[in-house]
């Protein structure tokens, strides 16, 4: 989907939701194979169900990314991403889990560099089946100003 949105036509407090995604043990082995994150608390099933979460779980990359991916159903040509910060993993999430995002817009500022542009604030929240948040993190993103500059 194509959003064709300015600066100025952002708006504090609106919010979006995306579709679920369950988590399989497929996303997981890809993401171990890919970045060479091979530990344990991922890969190891015997060893987790001695540990306090009791079995194995998704790399907090992994549902960065699943999350980042998730919104990313809408395009805005005129804004680019600027990245990302305050990123916490708040719990764990498992094989057969299924996230969901909500992004909500928590500001936006100028760009002392960029007069033709301001940095737009996206509350970027991720939930498992069960409602309870899971990753939260801001998204910064590059918008273009639709009247050119300040």
Known sequence: MMADLFFED???GSTRETFGRTITETDIVLHAGQTGDN???????EW?????????????????SIAVGLTA??????AISYGYDRLRFLKPVHIGDTLRVRVTIQGKRDDAKRPHHGIVVELVEAFNQDGARVLVCEHLLLVKRGSGGT
Do not use: K, S, W
């Not at 169900?49 to 009791?54: C, D, E, I, L, W």
């Open 10 to 12: 952002y708006t504090a």
């Open 39 to 45: 530990y344990p608390h991922h890969m190891d099933e």
């Open 73 to 78: 159903a809408v395009v805005n040509p005129q």
């Open 48 to 64: 987790c169900r001695t540990q306090p979460f009791g079995r194995r779980i998704a790399h907090g990359t992994l549902i960065f």
